[in-house]
T-cell receptor, first 112, second 115 residues
Framework: GQNIDQPTEMTATEGAIVQINCTYQ??????LFWYQQHAGEAPTFLSY??LDGLEEKGRFSSFLSRSKGYSYLLLKELQMKDSASYLC?????????????WGLGTSLAVNP | DTEVTQTPKHLVMGMTNKKSLKCEQH?????MYWYKQKAKKPPELMFV???????INESVPSRFSPECPNSSLLNLHLHALQPEDSALYLC??????????????FGDGTRLSIL
């Protein structure tokens, strides 16, 4: 079956670093996306990984290990506005390359 | 502000009403999507259009009827909805021609409440 696991909730302090993990078991793999979603708003694209390694974009970085079925999103210099849900999604190569398999999301609370 | 525009932002309708949700993008994307999202859940794919043709229907009940009049517009026609259909309906779009690493860009959604 298809499965993506993320922690349900995390808490961190303003200015700190937090790592949100995502593990996946899918029948195929054609890339992994991270999205941020504030309550009541649309998901916004953060990062994409298809090859092993680290992708860095400012305060946000994302890592992928295909052999381990594992990714993480690293948020540095946390700000209060980073409080949001973070969704991991895998593009499953089998059958259709436009469908994403979504994790349930990690709700991050950044405290002062 | 997002580059995918959805209207209306909020909609309250009775179970016998007919209404339509609208989505527009001017990024030249040729894939457009409808998702349904319940609180504290990830988006749930409903339909995908590719080059104005329906390519995926995730076994959505016929009370939801999608339409893609042209490459920039996507509609979702609603009829005889049930209270459990109350949710945030998200439209998204993505490029098609440049491989598989193109992210989906989401609109702000329509918050739908069925009385």
């Amino acid at each position: 079956g298809q499965n993506i696991d993320q922690p349900t909730e995390m808490t961190a302090t303003e200015g700190a670093i937090v790592q949100i993990n995502c593990t996946y078991q899918t029948s195929g793999f054609n890339g992994l996306f991270w999205y941020q979603q504030h309550a009541g708003e649309a998901p916004t694209f953060l990062s994409y990984n298809v090859l092993d390694g680290l992708e860095e974009k400012g305060r946000f970085s994302s890592f992928l290990s295909r052999s381990k079925g594992y990714s993480y999103l690293l948020l540095k210099e946390l700000q209060m506005k980073d409080s949001a849900s973070y969704l991991c999604a895998v593009r499953d190569q089998a059958g259709n390359n436009r469908k994403l398999i979504w994790g349930l999301g990690t709700s991050l609370a950044v405290n002062p | 502000d997002t580059e995918v525009t959805q209207t209306p932002k909020h909609l309250v309708m009775g179970m016998t009403n007919k209404k339509s949700l609208k989505c527009e993008q001017h990024m030249g994307h040729r894939a457009m999507y409808w998702y349904k999202q319940k609180a504290k859940k990830p988006p749930e794919l409903m339909f995908v259009y590719s080059y104005e043709k329906l390519s995926i229907n995730e076994s959505v009940p016929s009370r939801f009827s999608p339409e893609c009049p042209n490459s920039s517009l996507l509609n979702l026609h609603l009829h005889a909805l049930q209270p459990e259909d109350s949710a945030l309906y998200l439209c998204a779009s993505s490029q098609e021609e440049r491989g598989n690493n193109q992210p989906q860009h989401f609109g702000d959604g329509t918050r739908l409440s069925i009385l």
